[in-house]
């Protein structure tokens, strides 16, 4: 929540909006607020708020609003990357679309996730490594997404 000390007015905006007051402005350039805007920045997602599949990245695409930003920064993003950040949000979405064909797909996507979940937590139980499992490959049975690799920080799991 920000605070305008002036009026005393409160609103939301989203913090890299912010700007410390200075006099000369620090000698900051276009290059180097250019290399800063995206270093280590998160932002929540408030909703998602439409959908579509893009037929030249063949995929699926949600409209996700951010928190903190206006609505005319709304962007699409794939919607497995979504899945994977805010799996709650988009299942609410998915459910309450009511596009037979969306919700097929985070199925689909879903059970990928779900399978690679499976496969490490045998992968990391004391019993897999006593039983001398290969514990740099590991197979799992086919997904969704056949022949796709899911990188899981140093390891690799196969699809």
Not at 83 to 107: C, R, W
Request: proline share 3%; with cysteine; glycine share 6%.
């Amino acid at each position: 929540m920000i605070c305008q000390l002036v009026s005393g007015a409160e609103y939301e905006d989203h913090a890299t909006r912010l700007k410390y007051y200075t006099d000369y402005q620090l000698n900051i350039t276009e290059e180097i607020l250019a290399f800063v805007a995206g270093q280590g920045m998160e932002i929540a997602v408030t909703e998602v708020v439409d959908h579509r599949y893009n037929e030249a990245r063949k995929r699926w695409e949600l409209n996700i609003l951010w928190a903190g930003l206006h609505s005319i920064e709304d962007s699409w993003e794939s919607a497995e990357a979504m899945l994977k950040d805010v799996p709650n949000i988009v299942k609410e979405y998915v459910d309450a679309s009511g596009s037979d064909l969306l919700q097929q797909h985070i199925s689909q996507a879903a059970a990928v996730v779900d399978s690679v979940i499976d496969c490490l937590v045998k992968l990391l139980s004391p019993s897999a490594v006593d039983a001398g499992v290969d514990t740099q490959r590991v197979k799992h049975p086919p997904t969704a997404l056949p022949g796709a690799t899911v990188d899981v920080g140093l390891r690799h799991v196969y699809a």
